[in-house]
T-cell receptor, first 110, second 114 residues
Framework: KQEVTQIPAALSVPEGENLVLNCSFT??????LQWFRQDPGKGLTSLLL?????REQTSGRLNASLDKSSGRSTLYIAASQPGDSATYLC?????????FGAGTRLTVKP | NAGVTQTPKFRVLKTGQSMTLLCAQD?????MYWYRQDPGMGLRLIHY???????AKGEVPDGYNVSRLKKQNFLLGLESAAPSQTSVYFC?????????????FGSGTQLSVL
């Protein structure tokens, strides 16, 4: 059974800082890994999807990497802005089952 | 193109009552999912469907039933609600192959069972 862990649970940074969010998973036979953003009281929005054959994906200021051998993925946010404040979740997909981490709550202070 | 739509957005039930949550997607996705989200526990999969007429159990299926009679709709039923089912419920869907496997979520249903 895939288990996904995200550390830290919460992170506060000043505006403009580059930051890295971490995600670890236990089953390296992962089919793909996705990063999501969730704003308070809202659903999840998919940010990046990395397939098992890929090492990274980029979208604007976001870059996600995947290292299956170590069971880790990172989400890099460049030049953080107050609008980036949200909870970020990662999810690993195996065998019709997508398992989510509990998320990292990010606060970017002006 | 509305994406994934969930109804209702809020509901309060008394213990023992029943209800059905509706999820509709207009992206012709094969896969549909029901999750619950509880504080500190992330999202947990209740049931899922890999196509019209199919359903399967997820991580926490007890106390819930589902049906997928039409490809665009996935219904979640609670036959006899319990306080432990107080949660936020999310529906999601996705296609198949490459970037089509991005998961799209509805805006959620806040359910309280008293």
């Amino acid at each position: 059974k895939q288990e996904v862990t995200q550390i830290p649970a919460a992170l506060s940074v000043p505006e403009g800082e580059n930051l890295v969010l971490n995600c670890s998973f236990t089953d390296s036979a992962i089919y793909n890994l996705q990063w999501f953003r969730q704003d308070p009281g809202k659903g999840l929005t998919s940010l990046l999807l990395i397939q098992s054959s890929q090492r990274e994906q980029t979208s604007g200021r976001l870059n996600a990497s995947l290292d299956k051998s170590s069971g880790r993925s990172t989400l890099y946010i460049a030049a953080s802005q107050p609008g980036d404040s949200a909870t970020y979740l990662c999810a690993g997909y195996n065998n019709n089952d997508m398992r989510f981490g509990a998320g990292t709550r990010l606060t970017v202070k002006p | 193109n509305a994406g994934v739509t969930q109804t209702p957005k809020f509901r309060v039930l008394k213990t023992g009552q029943s209800m059905t949550l509706l999820c509709a997607q207009d992206m012709n996705h094969e896969y549909m999912y029901w999750y619950r989200q509880d504080p500190g526990m992330g999202l947990r999969l209740i049931h899922y469907s890999v196509g019209e007429g199919t359903t399967a159990k997820g991580e926490v299926p007890d106390g819930y039933n589902v049906s997928r009679l039409k490809k665009q709709n996935f219904l979640l039923g609670l036959e006899s609600a319990a306080p432990s089912q107080t949660s936020v419920y999310f529906c999601a869907s996705r296609g198949t192959g490459g970037l089509n496997e991005k998961l799209f979520f509805g805006s959620g249903t806040q359910l309280s069972v008293l």
